[in-house]
């Protein structure tokens, strides 16, 4: 929660906060995600507009996920830019008698910004999609689950035997023993 009361309701008026905050739970998707109690570097800019207070700046951190080829740690810097209005209570009375009906209008909690929802709303989606450990990631074998970027993965095959051809390769052993006799 940011204190806007020094600010009061005059257009115009801005300040600078910049702070360090801890990340809420589920900050991220099913595979990446800012841990909950980890540093969020906040560089905000609060402006009394006419209608409430516009907070713009930016937002960093680090997520940690899986890569979604080898399922190996992912660390990923998130930096992403958070521009909010939240208007005043009046304000958004009005905004709703005269049919507005925009769900995404943010109302102040008296003299309180709550960050939390415009900070999930912007930190989520600057994640990536489908993580990765490294671009070139060769992910896991699908035989046996193998890690293929492992060096000791590196010349890592299978031999793969048509079902089809079973019943020749079983003739065709029979024989090579009865050369070997």
């Not at 809420?24 to 570097?41: C, F, M, W, Y």
């Not at 005269?98 to 943010?106: A, C, P, S, T």
């Not at 929802?117 to 600057?126: E, I, K, S």
Request: aromatic share 2%; charged share 35%.
């Amino acid at each position: 929660m940011l204190d806007t009361h020094e600010l009061g309701r005059r257009p115009g008026t801005m300040r600078r906060e910049q702070r360090t905050v801890p990340a809420p739970e589920d900050l991220g998707t099913a595979v990446i995600g800012v841990p909950a109690g980890s540093d969020l570097r906040l560089d905000l800019r609060l402006e009394a507009v006419m209608e409430g207070i516009l907070v713009s700046g930016s937002v960093s951190g680090r997520a940690v996920g899986e890569c979604v080829r080898c399922l190996t740690e992912v660390v990923e810097d998130v930096d992403a830019e958070v521009q909010e209005l939240y208007v005043y209570p009046e304000r958004a009375r009005v905004a709703v008698e005269d049919g507005d009906e925009d769900e995404d209008v943010r109302e102040l909690e008296g003299d309180l910004v709550d960050l939390e929802p415009a900070l999930r709303d912007t930190v989520v989606p600057a994640l990536p999609f489908r993580p990765v450990c490294t671009p070139d990631c060769p992910g896991l074998c699908s035989e046996c689950g193998a890690r293929l970027a492992d060096p000791e993965n590196a010349d890592h095959t299978h031999e793969v035997l048509d079902p089809r051809w079973a019943e020749l390769d079983r003739v065709k052993s029979m024989f090579d023993d009865t050369k070997e006799s």
